[in-house]
T-cell receptor, first 117, second 114 residues
């Protein structure tokens, strides 16, 4: 079984500053992928960034980077130069390969990010 | 390249009724997954369809059922609706089943059960 834990129900950041959203995971699968999604109030899930368990380097996508520490089973999202439009719910998710996982995504509880001007 | 679409956007039903939600996957994607997201919670996996067959199911009762069609579009059917079925239902498509790859989500259908 997989489990995702996001311990920050809400985070606040000043515009143009960087913010880190925490995510820890638990799995016994040797191969898995870690994802971050953004969900605005409209409800759609927007893919931000992906990190494979065997990737040697941390993933980056524009202002988003994933701080992957495999030994600690953490996959924190770093947003640099926050913008007002970054205010949303952020979900960390995992998708494992093999066993009975069938590739389903397991989500955390989410972190609400509020960016102040 | 068209994205994932879902219909309807909103739906109101009464307890005991049946509902069908629809999803068109992203062009070229052969796998569709459905998720239920209760208010303030993360999405919960319902089931996944790969090449028209269910090949993974979460902890949901049999009254949640689905179909995938040859064009890879999909339906989620819920029978005997209960108040707790009120949620945002998300459909996601991906290129392969079980692979470590990205899932693309639709905008969701918000179901209210009265």
């Amino acid at each position: 079984a997989q489990k995702i834990t996001q311990t920050q129900p809400g985070m606040f950041v000043q515009e143009k500053e960087a913010v880190t959203l925490d995510c820890t995971y638990d799995t016994s699968d040797p191969s898995y992928g870690l994802f971050w999604y953004k969900q605005p109030s409209s409800g759609e899930m927007i893919f931000l960034i992906y990190q494979g368990s065997y990737d040697q380097q941390n993933a980056t996508e524009g202002r988003y980077s994933l701080n992957f520490q495999k030994a600690r089973k953490s996959a924190n999202l770093v947003i640099s130069a926050s913008q007002l439009g970054d205010s949303a719910m952020y979900f960390c998710a995992m998708r494992a390969v093999g066993g009975t996982s069938y590739g389903k995504l397991t989500f955390g509880q989410g972190t609400i990010l509020t960016v102040h001007p | 390249e068209t994205g994932v679409t879902q219909s309807p956007t909103h739906l109101i039903k009464t307890r005991g009724q049946q509902v069908t939600l629809r999803c068109s996957s992203q062009s070229g994607h052969n796998t569709v997954s459905w998720y239920q997201q209760a208010l303030g919670q993360g999405p919960q996996f319902i089931f996944q369809y790969y090449r028209e067959e269910e090949n993974g199911r979460g902890n949901f009762p049999p009254r949640f059922s689905g179909l995938q069609f040859p064009n890879y579009s999909s339906e989620l059917n819920v029978n005997a609706l209960e108040l707790d079925d009120s949620a945002l239902y998300l459909c996601a498509s991906s290129l392969s089943s079980g692979g470590v790859g990205e899932q693309f989500f639709g905008p969701g259908t918000r179901l209210t059960v009265l």
